[in-house]
């Protein structure tokens, strides 16, 4: 029987780079965090950290788990690379294919999964034990059994230049690095590790708000394509009393020829749910702060920061909407 903890250790996001002393940094991957399990009967799971079963969408991890000479419980990520660079959007493409489909799938954009912690190991549980320990039995693990693709062992280091040199990954899809204290043992739902994201400023168009333009909630945002068009990018989080107050005071209510006219917007990435927005002339320009996570058509997939209003600009100074993402 494969005994795996009811939710994954977390972490708690910090504004800046610190590696205190005796704690390790990880790169902080694009995927799915997901438990991969072997038994010593050869029962095999695969389980994403909200409880749902995995394995009938990505067969080449279930197939490697069963290749395995022994039990063990990995805590991971699941990631597809496409053209050097990671897919999130893959891999969501194949979250609900199954059968022959995943098969197919998987030859043609197989996925990999990034081991970054080992829970249990020859049936005995690594649980307890303090990070720096079961990282060594991790690495012992991949040395053993000679492990390459689709595993991929997630590199450590408790140097801090070697992991500022990590955040340059971000070109690829690395969203930043995560600290973990050496010393700790592994604690299912608690928040003690940290994660260090890296952030992108930006300038954008203002095209549209939730609320009121006069008392706007939040921000929707875009940038002029190569046709000259406004693209929708993406929203910022809600706006703080003072900031709401400031947009407010420039914003106007836009005409029926709107470029976003008769378009509705989700309330965020791979949501159903649709945002009432009330459109606005798209003639203002702010300055938001945004992690690098983007969709395949080059938008935001988390809400951004308002930082400020960008007086100074003009809308045809704000870099264009590439493909892939927005131009910094």
Not at 125 to 152: D, I, N
Not at 229 to 251: D, K
């Amino acid at each position: 029987m494969i005994d795996l903890p009811a939710e994954p250790m977390l972490a708690t996001p910090v504004e800046t780079f610190a590696l205190p002393l005796d704690w390790f940094a990880e790169p902080k991957w694009d995927g799915f965090r997901a438990f991969a399990a072997r038994d010593a009967a050869g029962t095999t799971v695969l389980r994403s950290r909200t409880g749902s079963d995995l394995s009938p969408a990505f067969p080449e991890i279930t197939e490697a788990l069963q290749r395995l000479s022994c039990s063990v419980v990995f805590d991971g990520e699941l990631v597809v690379w496409e053209e050097s660079r990671l897919a999130f959007e893959r891999l969501t493409q194949r979250l609900h294919r199954r059968g022959a489909a995943a098969q197919r799938a998987a030859a043609a954009r197989p996925a990999h999964y990034v081991v970054f912690d080992l829970l249990h190991v020859d049936d005995q549980s690594l649980r307890q034990r303090p990070y720096v320990e079961r990282r060594r039995e991790l690495e012992t693990l991949f040395r053993r059994e000679g492990l390459g693709a689709p595993w991929t062992l997630c590199p450590s280091t408790g140097d801090a230049e070697v992991a500022r040199g990590w955040l340059a990954w971000s070109v690829a899809g690395v969203e930043g690095c995560v600290f973990k204290n050496g010393g700790e043992s592994y604690l299912p739902g608690a928040r003690s590790w940290r994660k260090f994201r890296v952030r992108d400023t930006l300038e954008m168009i203002v095209g549209a708000v939730t609320g009121t333009p006069s008392r706007p909630a939040s921000l929707l945002l875009g940038r002029l394509g190569s046709a000259g068009q406004l693209r929708y990018a993406g929203r910022t989080s809600a706006l703080p009393g003072a900031q709401a107050q400031i947009m407010g005071g420039l914003l106007r209510t836009a005409e029926a020829d709107h470029p976003w006219g008769g378009r509705s917007f989700s309330a965020g990435w791979g949501s159903q749910e649709t945002l009432e927005v009330s459109l606005v002339v798209p003639g203002i320009v702010v300055e938001i702060s945004a992690d690098i996570s983007r969709d395949a058509r080059g938008r935001l997939r988390h809400p951004a920061r308002f930082v400020r209003v960008r007086a100074d600009m003009a809308v045809e100074d704000v870099p264009p909407f590439e493909a892939g993402r927005p131009a910094s």
